[in-house]
């Protein structure tokens, strides 16, 4: 079993649409990353929050670290948040803290 | 203020040579990253470093891969010699702090196709 699981990990949505992308995690963390990731491209930020809700423009973040999930949603979703959105989690222990584990992605399809 | 900046952005090469990425992180930022990621999964780390230092070099394989960050500033990843299987998207990072709070700033990556 991955340490990190993404669910879904495709999916599809109309233009204007409300999304949501769930993260579990398994593993002792200090802090939870939402990157974006586009075709061809690099990574972006997008949050990282280690309690609570965190709000960026059309995106919200919140995690429960009792439950050890995140979830990530996008309002009035686009054809531009098309992308792949991927979960990462800092870990708290050993030899790799400071170290990254990281989801493998939900591919995010907007249609107009 | 420039990201992090990394090259080539592509390479082709046929197996058995070598071959070289670089990265230059953001000005101060002192923790420096090296991920290999696959298609359609997330990046997978080959090597963290803290300054200078490398702190975390143990998914790197040793055999055929080796980095270095000389002066703690920028840092080059080699191949040598290249697999079929080393084709991937090789990334890199940097952050400001390597442990709780420190966010991720990744280069736009540099794709190898060995053939």
């Known amino acids: 079993k991955n340490e990190v699981e993404q669910s879904p990990q495709n999916l599809t949505a109309q233009e204007g649409e409300f999304i949501t992308i769930n993260c579990s995690y398994s593993?002792?963390?200090?802090?939870l990353h939402w990157l974006q990731q586009h075709p061809g491209g690099g990574i972006v930020s997008l949050f990282m929050?280690?309690?609570g809700k965190k709000k960026h423009g059309r995106l919200i973040a919140t995690i429960n670290i009792q439950e050890k999930h995140s979830s990530l949603h996008i309002t009035a979703s686009h054809p531009r948040d098309s992308a792949v959105y991927i979960c990462a989690v800092r870990t708290n222990y050993g030899g790799s803290q400071g170290n990254l584990i990281f989801g493998k992605g939900t591919k995010l399809s907007v249609k107009p | 203020e420039a990201g992090v900046v990394q090259s080539p952005r592509y390479k082709i090469i046929e197996k058995k040579q070598p071959v070289a990425f670089w990265c230059n992180p953001i000005s101060g930022h002192n923790t420096l990253y090296w991920y290999r990621q696959n298609l359609g999964q997330g990046p997978e780390l080959l090597i963290r470093y803290e300054n200078e230092e490398a702190v975390d070099d143990s998914q790197l394989p040793k055999d055929r891969f080796s980095a270095e960050r000389l002066k703690g500033v920028d840092s080059t990843l080699k191949i040598q010699p290249a697999e079929l299987g080393d084709s991937a998207v090789y990334l890199c990072a940097s952050s400001l702090r390597g442990k709780d709070t420190g966010e991720l700033f990744f280069g736009e990556g540099s794709r190898l196709t060995v053939l």
């Open positions: 929050l280690s309690s």
């Open positions: 593993v002792g963390i200090s802090a």
